[in-house]
Structure formats: structure tokens, C-alpha cells
């Protein structure tokens, strides 16, 4: 199956609209996610028409790992979902999430929990544990991507450094000190840009 005939989750950007849009990151996330993650908000639907109407909002579950002080940097390959991203930096790891992780034909906060422990599975092994918290949204409507799409960021605290790619679209896996990432600010996509230049206000 061709990826834009994939089913992913949306919700219709009137209620963006309605909770209040924003330009960048907010951290008043329980003034959104309950209303995206009811079950009467949200609904699947095809990729390719998702990924060119911008009255919908993929919801796309958005990780940042971290290591003690830094932060997991890959730059995206060839074989990215998201083929306008491509060669660029990256600190986020996830993905559309699909009714392949439906559940009892609703999409709520459990179901969304196990859809990103899976994309996290899919994405990267880890030697140790993890911890993960929800610290924000992200909006970004200055480009084509952005329009379209919607994150929820996680912040993941590793228990180990050990890491590595599960996905060829991963590449150059390695952990980087926030002044080291604000440096190549420019070369990293605009979430990830976005997420450096709020971090302290996420990590807090």
C-alpha cells in the first residue's frame, strides 16, 4: 500500500481554531490534547488527502530523547515518510500515528499512549529504560508541512546513551549539547528549531 493511501489520525483545524491557534510552541497542553484525543474529535482519514488540505490537522506524536544534559540529533535519509524533510537535522522522532492503532473503533488517550511507545519501537533501540512526559504542542503554519500537521512533543529521559537507528531514514544518530544544536540551528528542521529555541521552557 502506497503511503498516502495510509489512514492517519486528524482533527479538523476549526477546532484548532475554536481552542485557539497558535504560531510555535505552547506548553498549556491540558487546554488541547483532551479535546483532541476525544473520542467525538478526532477521526482517520487518508494521507494524501490529509497532506494537501489544510482543513485538517495530523496529530503526530513528537519525541525529543535526552541524556542527562543533551539531546539525540539524526539527520533525516532518503527513506523518510516526510520526503520534504529530507537531508535535514532533526531532535524529533515520530511519526503519523494510524488506525492500525485504533482500538474498540476509538481513538483515545490509552490508544495514543501505545501508538507512541510503538513508533518509538519502530524508530530506534534502546539499551535501558525510559521516562516519558508530555510538555507541549507545536504549530507551525509558515510552511506546506506545518499547515497540515500538528505535533505533540515528548520529552523521553534515557537511561542510557545506547541508542541506534532501527530505520534507515535515521541516520547519524548523536547526543548534542543544547549550545552545540542552537549552532546549527539553520540546518535542522523548523520543529526542531522551534523545540531548540524554547528547551528550557519544555525541560523546566
Sequence with gaps: ?????????????SLFDHLGAFQGIRVDIDKYLPEFLSRKNNFF?????????????????????????????????????????VSLGSIGIGGHIN????ELFAFDKDAYRSAVHREIREEIHLEGGFKD?????????????GRVHLGVIHLVELESPQVRSAESALRQLEFLSLDE?????TALETWSQLVVTHWKELSS
Aim: a neutral charge; hydrophobic letters at 35%; proline letters at 3%.
Design 1 to 13: 500500500m502506497s503511503k498516502l493511501d495510509e489512514m492517519v489520525l486528524v482533527v479538523r483545524r
Design 45 to 85: 482519514l487518508r494521507r494524501g488527502n490529509a497532506e494537501t488540505d489544510p482543513a485538517y490537522k495530523q496529530l503526530i506524536p513528537y519525541a525529543v530523547f535526552t541524556w542527562q544534559d543533551k539531546l539525540l540529533h539524526y539527520t533525516r535519509g532518503a527513506h523518510s515518510g516526510e520526503k520534504r524533510l
Design 99 to 102: 488506525d492500525s492503532d485504533e
Design 133 to 145: 512526559r508530555i510538555v507541549g504542542l507545536i504549530n507551525d503554519d509558515s510552511n506546506e508541512v
Design 181 to 185: 544544536l542552537q549552532n546549527r540551528i
